[in-house]
């Protein structure tokens, strides 16, 4: 009979990461001893002022890692000038929301966190209740964008108004130091992650590699790439599957062994990441638009799992990379550092180039005007729009359709201006508005042939690629979808938006019906009234 040993799943190299102390946070810790072993104790407040510490800087702040990476696309010369743009637009987002005051993205997402507090940490108290303090204060007091919403009944919801709840996942283990990962996950980049029950068959050379390509093709680009893609193979069950595709994603299992063993650890399989890779750069999608940069990275991680099982999973961290360690000791609160100047990595080249090539658009002519412009001009072609545009997302597009359902019309705003998929964050003092980036096309998909047909939607602005009925609508209808670049929102907010006003149903906080006047507001044409599909090709 085999004797019991006990193997780590997980182990890690040891931790890298440069931290920093935060001021004045040594008054939250001191130490006794217990049964003669050292014992850190943790003032209760000192939770609340680590998750507000930790959530501001993920909403403003990237890692330097993460910022190199888009650089580098600005000098390759495999990228495509669709990638560079896209590139350059991410960095000086980054350079404005390193400012404290227009978050990296609209989406301020879900606050996560997931700690691990060894057993000679004590703190004597619920620490999801002050870690959720601490995540309350800082969406109440920064410019950030309340996103959670809460059900009344199965069918009724209502925004919480505060961000909560978070998610919060502690784990025991030992040691004398209380670790943290938060995290900042938007739900653009949530809804792609996908669980695929699978089966032995599937675990062979180039069949395995084949299944993850296709799955691939299928994330498009509607989670703003380049992506920080990770694939998970295995798994004792499918929830631990999927929360290990998540962890991926974040970087925090990078420490991982490279090579497996009989005991069930964990591992990485270096050479299918880089070939997971190349394939990525080989599809087309690029940073959006077309081009090299779907992806910056790919983590592939082989996990043990049941006879019977095979679970696969796959997910992404989007262009709004937004994680960060942090780290309570005997010493006080620690905080991973972030990037505080992106610019640096901006080329002078790059600053202050005009796009002289986009078709400039004044949106304040008559809508039939703005569909013969369009039309002269092929998909792919970047414009400028200036002018009047309507925002509106889901819960909007729900209220128009009720309209539509009660016999009644599109109110005339929908059908005299363009509609921007999005849903704005809070606006700053002395601002015009707050991070202002796209939200995912594809929801609004159904909406389009019954609005265009009523006269309504008939130029939409987003973000990520859309279905075949969208195409068929714009051909019947002589509509028009325009992408926006997905990510940087607070680039869009300090440039391109002038003015910013509630237009209907205010009680739907940032999901509300808004008019925002624009000046030279990118885009590009994606689909047109001819059955012209961009992303056709590629899908």
């Not at 991926?248 to 299992?253: C, E, P, Q, V």
Request: hydrophobic share 40%; proline share 6%.
């Amino acid at each position: 009979m085999t004797e019991f040993t006990y193997h780590d799943p997980f182990p890690l190299a040891p931790d890298t990461t440069s931290y920093r102390l935060l001021e004045d946070s040594q008054q939250y810790v001191s130490t006794d001893l217990f049964h003669g072993e050292e014992v850190v104790q943790v003032a209760p407040e000192g939770l609340k002022v680590l998750a507000r510490a930790a959530m501001r800087e993920v909403s403003f702040l990237l890692r330097p890692a993460h910022n190199k990476m888009v650089a580098t696309i600005l000098d390759d010369p495999e990228a495509s000038d669709n990638d560079r743009a896209v590139a350059l637009s991410m960095l000086r987002n980054a350079e404005i929301a390193a400012d404290f005051v227009l978050p990296v993205c609209q989406d301020t997402g879900t606050a996560i966190v997931m700690a691990k507090k060894g057993q000679n940490v004590w703190t004597g108290c619920n620490d999801a209740r002050w870690l959720s303090e601490g995540i309350f204060t800082c969406y109440a007091t920064e410019n950030l964008r309340y996103s959670q919403v809460a059900p009344l009944t199965m069918y009724e919801e209502v925004n919480t108004g505060t961000n909560l709840p978070a998610q919060i996942d502690i784990h025991a283990t030992t040691g004398s130091t209380y670790d943290f990962l938060f995290i900042a996950k938007g739900g653009g980049s949530a809804n792609k992650m996908y669980l695929y029950q699978e089966t032995k068959a599937l675990l062979q050379p180039g069949v395995l590699k084949k299944f993850l390509v296709d799955k691939m093709k299928t994330l498009g680009t509607a989670a703003c790439p380049p992506y920080h893609l990770a694939f998970v193979i295995g798994g004792t069950s499918a929830e631990a599957n999927l929360k290990i595709v998540k962890l991926a994603t974040t970087k925090y299992l990078d420490g991982l062994p490279t090579s497996g063993d009989r005991y069930g650890r964990a591992f990485r399989d270096l050479e299918l990441e880089e070939e997971l890779l190349h394939e990525a750069w080989k599809l087309g999608f690029g940073a959006q638009f077309g081009g090299k940069y779907f992806a910056h990275d790919v983590r592939v991680i082989r996990l043990p799992r049941h006879g019977a099982s095979c679970p696969i999973g796959m997910g992404v961290s989007c262009s709004a990379d937004r994680n960060i360690l942090a780290r309570i000791d005997r010493k006080g609160l620690w905080l991973e550092e972030l990037d505080r100047n992106p610019g640096r990595l901006i080329p002078e080249r790059f600053r202050n180039g005009e796009d002289k090539d986009a078709v400039r658009i004044d949106l304040n002519q008559p809508m039939e005007a703005i569909l013969a412009t369009l039309s002269r001009y092929p998909v792919a072609t970047r414009i400028r729009l200036t002018g009047t545009i309507i925002v509106g997302r889901d819960m909007a597009h729900a209220r128009w359709k009720e309209l539509l359902d009660a016999g009644k019309p599109l109110p005339d705003y929908l059908k005299k201006h363009p509609v921007y998929y999005a849903g704005p964050a809070k606006t700053p003092p002395g601002k015009p508005s707050g991070s202002f980036g796209p939200t995912t096309a594809g929801r609004m998909d159904s909406y389009v042939a019954l609005f265009q047909q009523h006269g309504g939607s008939m130029v939409m602005i987003a973000k990520g690629n859309r279905s075949r009925q969208v195409t068929e609508a714009c051909q019947r209808y002589g509509g028009f979808y325009l992408g926006s670049i997905g990510g940087p929102a607070a680039l869009i907010a300090e440039e391109n938006i002038k003015h910013v006003e509630c237009l209907d149903y205010p009680e739907l906080g940032m999901e509300a019906v808004w008019r925002i006047e624009v000046e030279d507001f990118p885009a590009f044409i994606l689909i047109d009234d001819k059955g012209n599909d961009f992303f056709a090709d590629l899908l």
